[in-house]
């Protein structure tokens, strides 16, 4: 389990994620961020962390050829990362669909998109969105922080601070997540 948390600030997407791993009712702090840079993408990732493997290491990321990334995702990236994922043995096919245990965020292109177990990906409406078990708290902390920032406050937040307040809340109030955090951005890809 896990939260990871995005937000689109000025055209940068800012990812962060936390390192609880957990299982029935043990939990460890792992090294291996659960946030990363790959090519052009900014990932995070919830759920089985074989996933995070294959992706990581195993996937070639395909030329976008498209000129929207939601276009791109569902013409080319999906079709490529599910057959990545069939090849490491790693696909799940029940009743004819195929899915994974696994959610994932993507930072691209100045935009953030969730990508769900069964290959459904969507943008959010906002400029921030988070995903795994600690979700809730964290999209409850931004939302709080955007509307205080637009009421009350005289200066903005850097967005790292926001992403780390989020995950302060969900680490406060879900036992599966944890210290340390990790938080990157876009501004480098080129």
Not at 89 to 117: A, M
Request: proline residues 4%; charged residues 25%; hydrophobic residues 35%.
């Amino acid at each position: 389990m896990t939260c990871i948390v995005g937000l689109i600030d000025k055209g940068i997407v800012y990812m962060g994620g936390d390192s609880a791993s957990t299982s029935d009712c043990d939990i460890r702090t792992i090294k291996e961020p659960k946030v990363f840079k790959k090519g052009n993408f900014l990932f995070g990732m919830s759920g089985n962390p074989r996933m995070y493997d294959i992706l990581k290491y195993n996937f070639d990321i395909p030329e976008d050829i498209c000129s929207d990334p939601l276009e791109y995702f569902h013409k080319v990236f999906i079709p490529e990362f599910k057959k990545c994922l069939s090849e490491n043995g790693f696909l799940v096919v029940s009743d004819e669909v195929e899915s994974v245990q696994t959610w994932t965020l993507i930072g691209y292109k100045g935009r953030l998109f969730e990508l769900n177990s069964d290959f459904h990906i969507f943008e959010s409406s906002l400029l921030y969105h988070a995903i795994g078990c600690g979700a809730s708290e964290a999209l409850g902390c931004l939302y709080g922080l955007n509307d205080l920032m637009k009421s009350e406050l005289k200066h903005e937040l850097p967005p790292e601070s926001k992403i780390h307040l989020a995950l302060r809340a969900s680490e406060a109030f879900d036992c599966h997540v944890r210290r340390p955090f990790t938080i990157i951005s876009s501004d480098e890809i080129k």
